[in-house]
């Protein structure tokens, strides 16, 4: 692989190379420390599995024998059996320890295994030509002739036993000195093995830092440097980057391409900013235009509330007096005449009243306080009891306290709750259900009637003002009252819709949020009502008898 494919390398290809070298590196010796570590666990096993109990059998084993030898001897000298139990329980003991010593070895132990086989020929060998011979004699001629026998018969036989169990150590002995000295060179190559490991991962290090160093690092600062260069103001400045990764030589050329970009919209920047400020201007002007005409909305409003309402009140009142004075006087068609004069009057003061209410909400205002709507809900009962009816029922359960302005909640249940009751069904005894739920950050409050109901098709025209759906002889106001309901719920930050899925009946929604720090679980209460009459009611803000929007076209 030549220098100049190396160079070519994307960062990522140089450390992931470095990377592998190393982790073969260190799989290399890994398994080589595996394996000399799996070799010393194996010495150390001989060493105390095998090794030792042999050692210990072959010691066990040469007692035996001399237990034998001691056991005749005794037996031999004073002829009484008792002496002989040592021989006997040496030749029970003899073979344990022969087969213990054979149950250790394995097929590698050759000498140590001839060197046993020779320890078992020598003591059968004597036990045949000496012991049995010399406890027969005992048995049958006595122990003098045994003692006879004993003084003119060789030891030579049972010092070769005893060599034969020297030789069977010295090889056992042999065989530890061996194993050991294997598991002490193989703790020697695991300790070399662990510190060839860390000589790699060493270098491995070492290279990796100076790869980062001069890839990445160095020319990382070189570009910063030429970026902030751009950064302040020097955007004709070629950025350039000719040394480090092919990543970041690419970044260089990217960064470059941005910065001509960059430089031939500035321009472009430049005259929208001129644009945006005329417009801001335009703007501006609008404003000052915009706060002009509220002012006169408001002098406007003044003039209603006060100058309009004096006029409208005389003529009012002088057509109520000649209607009295002259009722029946005239003929029917000057009684007709008078009473649209009277019904005229009365209607643009209530439409004046109304669209006052409607623009004073939000716009004077007492601020928001923590308001108890069960205890706004007594104070709409007391509002509707003369026009409620006997039969009427107005239950509640569940409402919240929020935060709002208690006048303008009062008006907004005064409305709805009045429409429920005005748009009744005939001989059907008006219900009026008001029940809230809490929905993750708002309460959602439903107003629910078994009135006439609203068609579908309605179901947004009922919250525009001055929007009738019945004819003004069939039920009375002016069309404004859902309009003030819908700008109250929307000032408190609500949104309210009509549930077009309910029948029969009516079913309106709206939401009120969350008061902040307090539980949503509201505790229970419901009341119910009763009141004299079928006609609505509006609060404080709307007048009497202002809405007629519910119901069907």
């Given at each position: 692989m030549s220098l100049l494919s190396i160079r070519g390398w994307t960062l990522r290809g140089r450390i992931f190379a470095l990377c592998l070298a190393a982790g073969l590196l260190l799989g290399g010796l890994g398994v080589a420390a595996a394996i000399t570590a799996a070799n010393a666990n194996n010495a150390v096993d001989v060493v105390l599995d095998r090794a030792g109990p042999l050692r210990v059998a072959g010691q066990n084993l040469g007692t035996a024998l001399v237990d034998q030898e001691t056991g005749v001897r005794g037996y031999a000298i004073t002829g009484l059996p008792k002496n002989l139990e040592p021989y006997d329980n040496g030749v029970a003991v003899e073979r344990q320890q022969v087969e213990e010593i054979r149950r250790l070895l394995e097929p590698s132990d050759r000498a140590i295994l001839a060197s046993l086989e020779q320890v078992e020929r020598l003591a059968a060998t004597w036990r045949a030509e000496v012991a049995v011979p010399l406890i027969e004699t005992v048995r049958t001629q006595g122990a003098e002739v045994a003692q006879q026998r004993i003084e003119a018969t060789d030891t030579r036989d049972f010092d070769r036993i005893r060599a034969a169990i020297d030789t069977l150590q010295a090889d056992i002995l042999t065989m530890r000195e061996r194993t050991a000295t294997e598991a002490r060179e193989s703790s020697g190559n695991l300790v070399a093995v662990e510190i060839a490991a860390a000589i790699v991962i060493l270098v491995t290090g070492v290279l990796l830092l100076l790869l980062l160093d001069r890839l990445v690092s160095r020319p990382i600062v070189h570009l910063a440097g030429q970026i902030r260069k751009v950064a302040d103001g020097d955007y004709e400045r070629q950025i350039e980057s000719d040394y480090?990764?092919?990543?970041?030589?690419?970044?260089?050329?990217?960064v470059d391409r941005m910065r001509r970009q960059i430089s031939s919209e500035l321009s472009e920047v430049r005259l929208a900013r001129q644009q945006v400020e005329w417009i801001n201007q335009q703007l501006q002007s609008q404003a000052e235009e915009l706060t002009r005409s509220n002012r006169d909305l408001e002098q406007f409003a003044y003039v209603a509330s006060h100058d309009l309402q004096?006029?409208?009140?005389?003529?009012?009142?002088?057509?109520?007096?000649?209607?009295?004075?002259?009722?029946?006087?005239?003929?029917?068609?000057?009684?007709?005449y008078i009473g649209f004069a009277v019904d005229g009057a009365q209607r643009m003061q209530r439409l004046i009243n109304d669209l006052l209410a409607f623009s004073r909400i939000g716009r004077l205002t007492s601020g928001f306080t923590d308001v108890d709507l069960n205890r706004v809900l007594g104070d709409v009962r007391s509002q509707l009891e003369t026009r409620a009816g006997e039969d009427a029922e107005i239950t509640w359960s569940g409402l919240p306290t929020v935060e709002g302005e208690e006048p303008l909640l009062t008006t907004l249940f005064v409305n709805l709750v009045g429409n429920s009751l005005k748009f009744r069904r005939p001989d059907v005894p008006p219900v009026v259900t008001i029940t809230a739920t809490f929905d993750e950050k708002e309460w959602q409050i439903n107003v629910r009637d078994n009135g006439i109901g609203i068609e579908a098709e309605f179901a947004d025209k009922v919250f525009v003002i001055f929007q009738r759906l019945h004819a003004r002889d069939a039920y009375e106001g002016t069309g404004i009252g859902l309009a003030i309901v819908k700008k109250i719920v929307e000032y408190h930050g609500g949104r309210i819709w009509l549930d077009v899925d309910v029948s029969p009946g009516a079913s309106i929604w709206f939401t009120l949020p969350v008061m902040p720090g307090f539980a949503p679980v509201p505790a229970p209460e419901a009341a119910s009502?009763?009141?004299?009459?079928?006609?609505?009611?509006?609060?404080?803000?709307?007048?009497?008898?202002?809405?007629?929007?519910e119901g069907t076209a």
């Amino acid at each position: 692989m030549s220098l100049l494919s190396i160079r070519g390398w994307t960062l990522r290809g140089r450390i992931f190379a470095l990377c592998l070298a190393a982790g073969l590196l260190l799989g290399g010796l890994g398994v080589a420390a595996a394996i000399t570590a799996a070799n010393a666990n194996n010495a150390v096993d001989v060493v105390l599995d095998r090794a030792g109990p042999l050692r210990v059998a072959g010691q066990n084993l040469g007692t035996a024998l001399v237990d034998q030898e001691t056991g005749v001897r005794g037996y031999a000298i004073t002829g009484l059996p008792k002496n002989l139990e040592p021989y006997d329980n040496g030749v029970a003991v003899e073979r344990q320890q022969v087969e213990e010593i054979r149950r250790l070895l394995e097929p590698s132990d050759r000498a140590i295994l001839a060197s046993l086989e020779q320890v078992e020929r020598l003591a059968a060998t004597w036990r045949a030509e000496v012991a049995v011979p010399l406890i027969e004699t005992v048995r049958t001629q006595g122990a003098e002739v045994a003692q006879q026998r004993i003084e003119a018969t060789d030891t030579r036989d049972f010092d070769r036993i005893r060599a034969a169990i020297d030789t069977l150590q010295a090889d056992i002995l042999t065989m530890r000195e061996r194993t050991a000295t294997e598991a002490r060179e193989s703790s020697g190559n695991l300790v070399a093995v662990e510190i060839a490991a860390a000589i790699v991962i060493l270098v491995t290090g070492v290279l990796l830092l100076l790869l980062l160093d001069r890839l990445v690092s160095r020319p990382i600062v070189h570009l910063a440097g030429q970026i902030r260069k751009v950064a302040d103001g020097d955007y004709e400045r070629q950025i350039e980057s000719d040394y480090g990764s092919t990543d970041l030589v690419a970044l260089a050329e990217d960064v470059d391409r941005m910065r001509r970009q960059i430089s031939s919209e500035l321009s472009e920047v430049r005259l929208a900013r001129q644009q945006v400020e005329w417009i801001n201007q335009q703007l501006q002007s609008q404003a000052e235009e915009l706060t002009r005409s509220n002012r006169d909305l408001e002098q406007f409003a003044y003039v209603a509330s006060h100058d309009l309402q004096e006029p409208l009140r005389k003529v009012a009142s002088f057509c109520q007096l000649l209607q009295r004075r002259y009722a029946g006087q005239l003929d029917d068609r000057a009684d007709q005449y008078i009473g649209f004069a009277v019904d005229g009057a009365q209607r643009m003061q209530r439409l004046i009243n109304d669209l006052l209410a409607f623009s004073r909400i939000g716009r004077l205002t007492s601020g928001f306080t923590d308001v108890d709507l069960n205890r706004v809900l007594g104070d709409v009962r007391s509002q509707l009891e003369t026009r409620a009816g006997e039969d009427a029922e107005i239950t509640w359960s569940g409402l919240p306290t929020v935060e709002g302005e208690e006048p303008l909640l009062t008006t907004l249940f005064v409305n709805l709750v009045g429409n429920s009751l005005k748009f009744r069904r005939p001989d059907v005894p008006p219900v009026v259900t008001i029940t809230a739920t809490f929905d993750e950050k708002e309460w959602q409050i439903n107003v629910r009637d078994n009135g006439i109901g609203i068609e579908a098709e309605f179901a947004d025209k009922v919250f525009v003002i001055f929007q009738r759906l019945h004819a003004r002889d069939a039920y009375e106001g002016t069309g404004i009252g859902l309009a003030i309901v819908k700008k109250i719920v929307e000032y408190h930050g609500g949104r309210i819709w009509l549930d077009v899925d309910v029948s029969p009946g009516a079913s309106i929604w709206f939401t009120l949020p969350v008061m902040p720090g307090f539980a949503p679980v509201p505790a229970p209460e419901a009341a119910s009502a009763t009141g004299p009459g079928p006609d609505s009611v509006s609060g404080s803000v709307a007048p009497q008898g202002a809405d007629s929007q519910e119901g069907t076209a």
